[in-house]
């Protein structure tokens, strides 16, 4: 029969090696995300440049809900030219950016990209229809550290739980 310490012991033990197990499958899931961003964000780079002509800019604002506070957006449409045939896109980035409840900050996106003027679309060079104004952040690769700590600790509590107990 096993004592009362012993049986304290392993469920401790269990219960340190459930928790490790949660730490390394959630640090894991999170680092994998922010890897998959960081790659959907380093895939425009390797597009090519582009000359293009803005269309028109305009500052789009809507109420997700009745009682909540206008949320504003930038819409951008531009022309731009590949071999000869023109295109036309809306994208600003790869995965456009959530709208912001500041007017302002709409404002300042807006006026880097007045009608008439000509910038710089990044074209993807296998479906010429799909470009985007801007690159996305790679910030994700720069904060995948946390996530990791999480799976670091993780490792720590199962290599302590699955230690022989002491006799």
């Not at 809507?62 to 009682?67: F, L």
């Not at 302002?104 to 910038?119: D, T």
């Amino acid at each position: 029969m096993s004592s009362p310490e012993s049986s304290s012991s392993n469920s401790g033990r269990w219960w340190l090696g459930v928790m490790g197990l949660f730490l390394i499958a959630a640090g894991s899931f999170f680092s994998w995300r922010m890897w998959l961003s960081y790659e959907k964000a380093c895939i425009t780079r390797g597009w090519r440049e582009v000359p293009c002509r803005i269309v028109s800019s305009r500052i789009v604002s809507e109420r997700p809900t009745p009682n909540s506070s206008p949320a504003h957006r930038v819409e951008v449409r531009y022309e731009y030219e590949i071999e000869g045939v023109k295109h036309d896109s809306a994208r600003m980035r790869q995965v456009e950016a959530a709208p912001t409840q500041h007017l302002e900050v709409a404002r300042e996106k807006q006026i880097k990209y007045p009608p008439g003027s000509v910038r710089v679309c990044f074209v993807n060079p296998v479906n010429p229809d799909e470009a985007v104004l801007e690159h996305a952040t790679r910030a994700a690769l720069y904060s995948i550290w946390f996530p990791l700590l999480f799976v670091a600790g993780g490792v720590g509590m199962l290599r302590g739980a699955l230690r022989r107990a002491p006799r």
